[in-house]
Every structure is written in C-alpha cells, then in structure tokens.
Antibody
C-alpha cells in the first residue's frame, strides 16, 4: 500500500533553515509528481510546491518562492523540502502528497501524516 | 488565484441524516474539483475528484456534484466516522483549497 512518511520538522528560530524529508513506498516513486502542502495551526490547507517524476518540472506558490526548494531522489524514493529564511508565519504541519492529474491540473490522492515545523525565538 | 469558499463553516447533523456541503469557486474550474476529509491529528483523505468521481475505497454514501463554480458534497446517511472537517480543492489552476466545513454531531 502507498505510504508517505515525513520527517525533519522541529523548532527553528526566525531566519533559520530546515530540511524536510518524505520517504515513499508502495508505488513506483519516479512515475509520480509529488507535492508539499502545509496547514497552520487551526487553519486550512495551503499548497506549496510540486515536482515532476524526473525532477525537471517544478512550481512554487508565491508565498514560498525564493525561500523554499523542492527536490527528490528517485534512487532513495524520497522527496525533500529545503526551507530557508523561515518566518513565524511558516509555522505549520507540513504534508507531502502524491499528485494525480495532468497538464498542470493536479489533485492529491495520498498524503503523509505530516511533520510539525515551529518557527519561534 | 482562484478563491474557494465553503459553506457553512459548521454543519450540525445527527447520525443517519443527510448532509450537504457547498463549495463555490471565484471563477469557473470546470469539473476540476476534489473533496477531502480530515479528522483531528490525521492527514486529509481524498474522497472525490473530477467533481463527482469517488476515490478508491470511498463508500457510496459520499457523492459529489456540480461544475463551473458551484459544487456540493452529499453524505446520504451519516455514520459516526463521517464527523470531520471537509475541504474542497480546485485544480483547474494552481491548487487552492476552501477553508473547510466542520461537520459535527
């Protein structure tokens, strides 16, 4: 069965950096677009970024463009999110998710359990 | 950015009753609309995509409808495990989510 397990969250000071990981299993990882989505405490869901199966096609939400970098290692079945210049408003649970769809029109069919990132001094 | 607006924010329904949740897009998204269920402390679960197609393993009591800008999610006979927060998401453009409807007993 499809499993996505995030790790790497924690407490970081404003302006700091953090790298999240997502370990995938139960499907051919390299064949799927993958994404990061976050949920601030008590709030709704915000899509952040997605990456194609080969890693050649990447997009970001304006809220994180220039600060966050998505990447993947298909040999390790892993997805990553490098987060720099973190702000208090980046505090959230970060989910990785598998995408379905095509042509820039994607929904999310499997999600991990999430990892909490807290940005505070 | 396409803004998704869900109503009501909270819906109180009794087990066995029917629940209808609404989602409106700020511009047409065709049928590129998905619904998710989220329980406390859990990841969202895909229920519906393409506005009306149930995802794998989703019970038939869940049904989606609509196209363009107005969509509904109907749960025909509420079970105890259905009380949760429900989100709609458009994927006609960059993905955006509604703010959620809390379905409570």
């Amino acid at each position: 069965q499809v499993q996505l397990v995030e790790s790497g969250g924690g407490l970081v000071e404003p302006g700091g950096s953090l790298r999240l990981s997502c370990a995938a299993s139960g499907f051919t990882f390299s064949e799927y677009y993958m994404s990061w989505i976050r949920q601030a405490p008590g709030k709704g869901l915000e899509w952040l970024s997605y990456i194609s199966g080969s890693g050649s096609h990447i997009n970001y939400a304006d809220s994180v463009k220039g600060r966050f970098t998505i990447s993947r290692d298909n040999a390790k079945n892993s997805l990553y999110l490098q987060m720099n210049s973190l702000r208090a408003e980046d505090t959230a649970v970060y989910f990785c998710a598998r995408l379905r769809g095509s042509g820039g029109q994607y929904y999310f069919d499997y999600w991990g359990q999430g990892t909490l990132v807290t940005v505070s001094s | 950015e396409i803004v998704m607006t869900q109503s009501p924010a909270t819906l109180s329904v009794s087990p066995g009753e029917r629940a209808t949740l609404s989602c409106r897009a700020s511009q047409s998204v065709s049928s590129n609309l998905a619904w998710y269920q989220q329980k406390p402390g859990q990841a969202p679960r895909l229920l519906i995509y393409g506005a009306s197609t149930r995802a794998t393993g989703i019970p038939a009591r869940f049904s989606g409808g609509g196209s363009g800008t107005d969509f509904t999610l109907t749960i025909s006979s509420l079970q105890s495990e259905d009380f949760a927060v429900y989100y709609c998401q458009q994927y006609n453009n960059w993905p955006t989510f509604g703010q959620g409807t809390n379905l409570e007993i």
